[in-house]
């Protein structure tokens, strides 16, 4: 049964820059190798914690959109556990119907906090 | 007996007596769902240390507050939220 999904996870920040794309390929590949389709893949970078997370203030954004079977995220999941030392903190999120227009209309520019006019996107378009 | 109250002569009527009708944001504009990754957003439903304001003030309804409570706990999850603050605003 395949449902939407979205998941965030924030990496250290004292990791250097090729290591971090390291550990968010990782991730994509294994969502890449069985069979998931992945809507949106997004990349925040680095930004202020809201408060400290193990003595740490700043963290590295990394946000997924995927369509993927129930038992899959399990085994997302448990990645991200053992993944201990380099992610200090995920959330991943079944989407609703609401949810998914939302952030489908979010991807085209519609929706969201930079969304553009109507008359805007047909202008880039063409 | 007139209460108390009776006998204090407002020279206009003040502005706290006739309070203006709430009404729930998210049926008025049609928004159905909550982003809990925009802190902008979620920020007019926080005070200033950051706990989450009740439905007598924002006026939401019950469907709406508690989505909207959800997306500020999924938000403080993930730190983009505090917890508790000062001067959040």
């Given at each position: 049964m395949q449902h939407q999904y979205e998941t965030t996870f924030v990496i250290t920040p004292i990791l250097s820059e090729e290591e971090t794309k390291k550990i968010v390929k990782g991730y994509v590949d294994f969502l890449a190798k069985n069979n998931v389709k992945v809507l949106n893949d997004e990349h925040w970078g680095l930004k202020q914690l809201a408060y400290p997370i193990?003595?740490?203030?700043?963290?590295?954004?990394?946000?997924i959109e995927f369509i993927a079977d129930t038992d899959l995220?399990?085994?997302?999941?448990?990645?991200?556990?053992?993944?201990?030392?380099?992610?200090?903190?995920?959330?991943?999120?079944?989407?609703?119907?609401?949810?998914?227009?939302?952030?489908?209309?979010?991807?085209?520019?519609?929706?969201?906090?930079?969304?553009?006019?109507?008359?805007q996107i047909k202008e880039e378009s063409n | 007996m007139a209460s108390p109250k009776d006998n204090i002569k407002y020279l206009s009527t003040p502005a706290i007596a006739t309070n203006q009708k709430k009404y729930c944001r998210f049926k008025k504009l049609g928004i159905t769902y909550i982003d809990y990754k925009d802190p902008e957003f979620l920020l007019k439903f926080v005070n200033e240390q950051g706990k989450i304001l009740p439905r007598r003030i924002t006026g939401n309804s019950l469907k709406f507050q508690r989505r909207v409570a959800q997306a500020v706990k999924?938000?403080?999850?993930?730190?983009?939220?505090?917890?508790?603050?000062?001067?959040?605003k």
């Open positions: 193990e003595k740490k203030t700043t963290g590295i954004y990394h946000h995220i399990d085994k997302l999941e448990l990645m991200y556990r053992r993944d201990e030392d380099n992610i200090l903190r995920f959330l991943t999120i079944r989407l609703d119907k609401h949810a998914a227009q939302y952030n489908d209309k979010k991807r085209q520019g519609l929706a969201g906090r930079n969304k553009k006019v109507v008359n | 999924r938000a403080r999850h993930l730190a983009i939220l505090p917890f508790v603050t000062d001067l959040l």
